[in-house]
């Protein structure tokens, strides 16, 4: 294999492609864009952390090594950030929280690069990054123009955005526009003012949460455990400073998540369907049990891993693909499955959720 036109991706398959091209300054770009190497058919990757690329990709792929980070308008109460989509999104979410910027702390540890967050619309914790995502800066591969896209026009959603329909748009920079005082957590914690009030129902909160989340076992030996049922609640909290919850965020993580070091994996492999409340009303009648989460005041979100554990592929291996058992959304290389292996099983279990649900599991990862 020639090394230098390896895909790197963290579900650790084998794939290479004809021609792979670092895009190290703008200037390199336009070079490029101007003798005719790219146009929309171009593969961009970021960090690899969320694609399942097929074994030979006959093509140019891209990969942004732009890693400036600058701030662009500083103000009483808010800051606007703009970052190269080469640089590594937790280097750059620790960054602003040392700095004393809030709004990314929960968004901590997520593996990749700044440029894919807007495409994917990453989240976690209650959080997503379209709250903080001000402006997102794009060269176009097909006209070899540069263009700037608004919070609105990035259409963001669950694990969506208008970059995935869009495959000329190559992001440049992203610009985020991040708090200075607590104000945005109080917004996300949904009270308007932050007086000596609400800090003692934040306190007496914390304290409820906390014992909440201590589960003491006697027998036959005394343990302490700690469940994490609680954290999305803890991590609203106001009292709490963003860089404790940045550490608890990374605490968790680094506890309940497969490393792709250890085994290859991308994280969650599909996406929890949306449907509308009358469907999800008929689900309900005829299983019960379904879980569920909510969205809006019209649909709700159906959990794909209850999906996957009734369709029984909760751990299962199959065509080197391991499938978890408590969290069945996360699908694992078993050894030396390639990525047309994992598709395959991404299309069986796509099927017998259609079968037997008819509901459509749309895959959260990207296929190049
Ligand atoms: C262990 C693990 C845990 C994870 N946890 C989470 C989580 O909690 N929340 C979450 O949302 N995600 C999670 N993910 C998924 C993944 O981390 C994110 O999707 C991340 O944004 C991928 O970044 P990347 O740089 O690796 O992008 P890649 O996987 O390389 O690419 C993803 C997509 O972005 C596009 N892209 C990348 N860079 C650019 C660019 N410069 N311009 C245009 N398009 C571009 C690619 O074409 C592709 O469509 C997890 C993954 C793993 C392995």
Known sequence: MNTSN??????????????????????????????????????????????????????????SDLKTIE????????????????????DF??????????????????????GAAPVQN????????????????????????????????CALGYRSSIFKSRPELFITHVTFRLCKSNLLVKELANSAHYNKLEFLKD??????????????????????????????????????????????VIYIRTRTLHSPDKIGNCGCFFKCPILPSASFRTLKDIYPDVEWFEHDSNSVKISACWLM????????????????????????NAGDATGED???????IQQDVKNKFNISLEAEIVVL
Not at 71 to 90: M, R
Not at 123 to 148: K, M, P, Q, R
């Open 342 to 348: 994992v598709l395959h099983v991404m299309d069986k």
């Open 309 to 332: 554990k009734n369709t029984n592929w909760s751990g299962k291996t199959f065509n080197n693909v391991r499938i978890e058992s408590k969290r069945p959304v996360v699908l694992m």
């Open 71 to 90: 701030i662009t308008l500083d103000t009483k109460d808010y800051i606007l950030i703009k970052a190269g989509s080469g640089v590594v999104w937790d």
């Open 93 to 114: 979410v620790g960054f602003t929280v040392m700095q004393g910027y809030l709004g990314l702390e929960n968004l901590s540890l997520i593996p990749g690069s700044v």
């Open 122 to 153: 990453i989240g976690a914790y209650g959080v997503e990054a379209s709250t903080f995502i001000h402006t997102v800066h794009c060269f176009n591969l097909d006209t070899g123009t540069f263009l700037d896209l608004t919070n609105e026009q």
């Open 203 to 248: 306190s007496a909160r914390l304290i409820q949460l906390s014992f909440k989340s201590i589960n003491l076992k006697l027998l036959p030996k005394p343990k302490i455990k700690f469940s994490f049922n609680c954290v999305r609640d803890i991590l609203k909290l106001c009292i709490i400073p963003a860089r404790i919850k940045r550490k608890l």
């Open 6 to 63: 390896e895909i790197k991706n963290s579900f650790k398959v084998k794939s290479q492609c004809t021609e792979l091209h670092h895009i190290t300054s703008l200037e390199s770009l336009i070079e490029k864009s101007n003798d005719g190497t790219l146009n929309s058919h171009t593969s961009i990757i970021g960090g690899g952390y969320n694609i399942i690329p097929r074994s030979f990709i006959d093509g140019i792929v891209i990969k």
